[in-house]
């Protein structure tokens, strides 16, 4: 897919993408970034089975409704670092050389990995629950 239509598709409220690649950067900003409006009042996105060639940025955009991965493969790194999810944040069969947490308001969030070099959670405030579910996560807490 090319940055130009998932920007249009995004603005006109298509909230699943399947099968899809995308070979740009992808970040969704607050109310200072371009397609802002879109995602500030978007009920959600799913994404299934698709591939992300360059970074996601998750940089300080509000979603109202859920937004899930779904199978997908993320060939550099997932970043949240501001953003508002106000209902699921769903990580599942998730393939990543890195996704990083650093701020943010997260409601209810599951990650389950697939295969993840690099899990870091830096901050955020977890309202509800973070779910991490993979027996390949070690867990050194007693």
């Not at 900003?29 to 360059?54: L, P, R, V, W, Y």
């Not at 993320?74 to 701020?103: P, R, V």
Request: hydrophobic share 40%; charged share 25%; net charge negative.
């Amino acid at each position: 897919m090319e940055e130009e239509n998932f920007w249009t598709l995004v603005d006109i409220g298509v909230k699943t993408f399947e099968n899809e690649t995308f070979n740009f950067q992808i970040d969704f900003k607050d109310e200072d970034g371009e397609f802002s409006k879109a995602i500030i009042n978007h009920h959600g996105f799913k994404f299934i089975d698709c591939e992300f060639k360059e970074v996601v940025w998750f940089t300080s955009a509000e979603f109202l409704g859920d937004v899930s991965f779904t199978s997908c493969v993320f060939k550099k790194f997932l970043h949240f670092n501001g953003a508002k999810f106000k209902n699921h944040l769903i990580l599942n069969d998730i393939t990543s050389e890195m996704i990083y947490f650093h701020s943010g308001e997260f409601y209810f969030t599951v990650i389950q990995p697939k295969e993840v070099g690099f899990l870091q959670i830096e901050g955020g405030e977890y309202k509800n629950s973070l779910w991490i579910t993979d027996e390949t996560i070690e867990n050194n807490r007693k």
